[in-house]
């Protein structure tokens, strides 16, 4: 691969994971990160479009080119992933496949092919003292992301950084290291030949766990945190970061199969939701359904289910129907059930009176992640968008949708569950600020 001139972080080797404390040289290690990123940060913000997005272009090719050479560091990752056994949702997380590779050229390319909202100046009004008062839309400086097994991460956090005119330090999990450098390796020499710095995005090349406890405490350079894993990670980067996270814990999200519905397609759209991929935040954990509809419809999902291996973990009413379906694991569901994500190969069922319990159920037991209706009922179509308080609210489709690809926003950076700055999938605008601007021709104030 064509490695750019300036990427000598990448070239330092790891050290030994599971340290709890930061020894001098990673403290020096951070502390160069930071300073990078920050001095980076301001060459971003004033940059071109044309230029992010040569950057953006440059990468997706880059990322074409080099599909062998990516699998073969990919394949050091799942060799050590699989040898250490780590369970098999979380080495499918770690593949670096080319569909997977294709799928992030093309948010590069669809992210260089969007207009570029930095400088935008919006809601702009003619106040009485003559002064016209608006909104700029503007990077927020550096961000630090900190996620887990999946490697294509690093190419969405990367491009969403670029063309929000950001900088970012990537500190990806120790299973994928390889797989990451290979990687950030293609970013430097995107940024590279679109004449941009390349410390906008830098990845932390060791996996010592101390690391974040630096990241996540630099105020100094370091403007938002975003952490994207499991939930002891989440929880401790919200605990103990210093500077402001946008975060989601878990994706328990639900279907619920309404009264009235179409059955066919509420059969259809349950199965895509939970099997399609089980691994994924926004598969679905919780199947919800009306008891007018649940002795029709519960048999048949039941059957496709079965067939797949799903285990179904049911209330009393589901388990008596489901009864009858050949090859079904049907179990009895306990409390705790109804609020797991499981990334597996298990779904809770329950049968619900209509509407409002299984809106009264959502909100107490989901992540507010991604729920979904299926219904031909448009009163209650409306009723679930409004009142379940969720990031992503769906009629008559799989929730496996709520993704920033599927939305067309060209890539994500995480998918958000707080209710401040950014809520759902996290792409351009979730990157960026608003500052006021005044225009004026010499008022003063009296």
Same mark, same amino acid.
């Given at each position: 691969m064509n490695a750019p001139e300036k990427a000598p972080l990448l070239a330092q080797s790891a050290s030994g994971a599971g340290a709890e404390s930061a020894s001098p040289d990673l403290n020096e290690l951070m502390q160069t990160l930071g300073v990078q990123a920050r001095a980076a940060s301001a060459l971003m913000a004033k940059a071109h479009s044309a230029s992010k997005n040569a950057a953006l272009r440059a990468l997706a090719r880059r990322l074409r080119e080099h599909t062998t050479e990516l699998q073969a560091s990919n394949a050091l990752d799942l060799e050590r992933a699989q040898a250490s056994g780590l369970s098999e949702p979380m080495v499918d997380r770690l593949k670096l496949t080319p569909k997977i590779l294709e799928t992030v050229a093309l948010g590069c390319e669809q992210l260089a092919a969007m207009p570029d909202i930095i400088g935008e100046i919006s809601g702009l009004t003619q106040q009485p003292s003559g002064i016209r008062v608006g909104q700029m839309r503007v990077p927020l400086g550096v961000f630090g992301m900190i996620y887990e097994s999946r490697p294509n991460v690093t190419i969405e956090a990367a491009s969403l950084s670029i063309k929000s005119g950001n900088a970012c330090i990537l500190r990806g999990g120790s299973e994928a290291i390889e797989s990451n450098k290979a990687l950030a390796r293609l970013v430097h020499a995107a940024l590279a030949e679109a004449g941009l710095p390349a410390d906008a995005v830098q990845l932390v090349p060791t996996t010592d766990r101390a690391a974040v406890g630096r990241l996540i405490a630099m105020p100094d350079y370091v403007d938002v945190i975003i952490p994207r894993g499991g939930r002891s990670l989440i929880e401790r980067v919200s605990r103990e970061a210093k500077v402001p996270v946008i975060k989601h814990l878990d994706g328990n999200c639900h279907t619920y199969v309404d009264a009235p519905c179409d059955i066919d397609m509420a059969v259809t759209v349950a199965d895509?939701?939970?099997?399609?991929?089980?691994?994924? @935040?926004?598969?679905?954990?919780?199947?919800?359904?009306?008891?007018?509809?649940?002795?029709?419809?519960?048999?048949?999902?039941?059957?496709?289910?079965?067939?797949?291996?799903?285990?179904?973990? @049911?209330?009393?009413?589901?388990?008596? =129907?489901?009864?009858?379906?050949?090859?079904?694991?049907?179990?009895?569901?306990?409390?705790?059930?109804?609020?797991?994500?499981?990334?597996?190969?298990? =779904?809770?069922?329950?049968?619900?009176?209509?509407?409002?319990?299984?809106?009264?159920? =959502?909100?107490?037991?989901?992540?507010?992640?991604?729920?979904?209706?299926?219904?031909?009922?448009?009163?209650?179509?409306?009723?679930?968008?409004?009142?379940?308080?969720?990031?992503?609210?769906?009629?008559?489709?799989?929730?496996?949708?709520?993704?920033?690809?599927?939305?067309?926003?060209?890539?994500?950076?995480?998918?958000?569950?707080?209710?401040?700055?950014?809520?759902?999938?996290?792409?351009?605008?979730?990157?960026?600020?608003?500052?006021?601007?005044?225009?004026?021709?010499?008022?003063?104030?009296?």
């Open positions: 895509n939701a939970k099997t399609q991929k089980y691994s994924p @935040c926004n598969a679905s954990e919780g199947l919800l359904v009306a008891r007018d509809v649940a002795r029709e419809f519960l048999p048949r999902i039941g059957a496709v289910y079965a067939a797949k291996g799903v285990e179904m973990r @049911c209330d009393a009413e589901a388990q008596s =129907i489901l009864a009858s379906v050949q090859n079904a694991k049907v179990t009895t569901a306990s409390e705790q059930d109804w609020y797991t994500e499981y990334l597996a190969p298990i =779904i809770s069922v329950k049968v619900v009176d209509g509407l409002d319990e299984a809106i009264a159920h =959502i909100n107490r037991y989901g992540s507010h992640h991604t729920d979904a209706i299926l219904t031909t009922d448009h009163v209650h179509a409306q009723r679930f968008l409004r009142e379940v308080d969720s990031a992503s609210v769906m009629v008559n489709a799989s929730t496996r949708f709520a993704d920033g690809f599927e939305y067309g926003l060209g890539a994500e950076i995480g998918i958000s569950t707080d209710k401040f700055h950014a809520r759902g999938p996290v792409g351009l605008a979730g990157l960026t600020s608003l500052k006021w601007v005044v225009l004026g021709q010499g008022e003063i104030r009296t």
